[in-house]
């Protein structure tokens, strides 16, 4: 069957990948064992709580969006909505991968500008809202436009460097927080209406014929 072919072809390249990171791992000066570390544990079941939510909640557009381009792609393969949730799942994987990674930190510390960096991730996100205006019309855009603010806010906090630990914390994470609530929120609303709407589509033709 398809699925199994494609299923061994998925796990062989998956164990050449892992064969790769384990080859560059050793070349390295590592031990492979560093590949497996335990994720931070605490015995206080709230330390980096918010963190790990804020983490959860990052992957719920990729999840949702990634899950409806497949659906749309059977339901209506040539339409040309389907490119916008493809793309909104591939920047919201992206933001995601860079979240948990801190690819940002490693660009930083090969000697990338902190500016530049941030200068390369506001190219792409302005990349994205001009080419898919049209389709961010037809959504309320206005809840996504306050999770990207709420996220700006929450990342200017961080570059002032503020003495006062508490207040910092706060004024960085709480609006960080309710940014990927908002944009979540958003992309699951979106996609939920896209489907229906493709498939009701689909439907209405199908009496027609």
């Given at each position: ?70 659906l749309a792609k059977t339901i ?26 801190r690819i940002h930190i490693y ?73 990927e609530i908002n944009i979540a ?25």
């Amino acid at each position: 069957m398809t699925i199994y072919r494609s299923l061994f072809r998925f796990n062989c390249l998956s164990v050449l990948l892992v064969g790769l990171l384990v080859l560059l791992t050793l070349m390295s000066g590592l031990q492979v064992s560093d590949l497996f570390f335990n994720p931070f544990f605490s015995p206080n079941p709230t330390l980096a709580l918010l963190t790990r939510t804020f983490q959860l909640l990052c992957s719920v557009p990729v999840i949702v969006c990634t899950f409806s381009y497949g659906l749309a792609k059977t339901i209506q393969p040539r339409h040309s909505e389907n490119r916008f949730i493809l793309f909104s799942a591939l920047l919201t994987g992206g933001f995601l991968l860079n979240e948990i990674y801190r690819i940002h930190i490693y660009m930083i510390a090969a000697g990338i500008p902190k500016l530049g960096v941030c200068l390369l991730y506001a190219v792409i996100l302005s990349s994205y809202g001009w080419f898919f205006r049209r389709e961010l019309q037809l959504t309320p855009y206005k809840v996504l436009l306050a999770g990207l603010g709420l996220l700006f806010f929450a990342i200017g906090v961080d570059t002032l460097k503020l003495q006062n630990q508490i207040m910092a914390s706060l004024l960085e994470g709480v609006p960080k927080l309710f940014s990927e609530i908002n944009i979540a929120f958003y992309y699951w609303y979106v996609c939920k209406y896209f489907i229906e709407k493709a498939f009701h589509k689909t439907v209405n033709s199908s009496e027609k014929i």
